[in-house]
């Protein structure tokens, strides 16, 4: 699974960071790194950006640049 294939509200971990040279630098300085929580925040009306919430902030990533994150299932948060 990936990052792009999250829908609204779903929350997912970084799994692995793919892509080569400098977009794949570019994602681990943004703080997209394996073991980081995400949650998808919303998307655009065409489904192209999509907003993510991680490490206490938004970040805005293209779909095309999403499918190059694995993400694993989210364990279940405590009440």
């Not at 919303?42 to 970040?59: Q, V």
Request: glycine share 12%; aromatic share 2%.
């Amino acid at each position: 699974m990936t990052l792009a294939d999250l829908e609204v509200g779903q929350r997912g971990v970084i799994a692995a960071v793919g892509g080569e040279g400098a977009l794949r630098r570019r994602l681990l300085d943004m703080g997209l790194t394996p073991k980081t929580g995400v949650m998808v925040r919303k998307m655009a009306p065409m489904g192209d950006p999509m907003e993510i919430f991680l490490r206490g902030y938004e970040l805005t990533l293209r779909k095309e640049d999403a499918a190059r994150i694995q993400i694993l299932p989210a364990p279940p948060r405590e009440s």
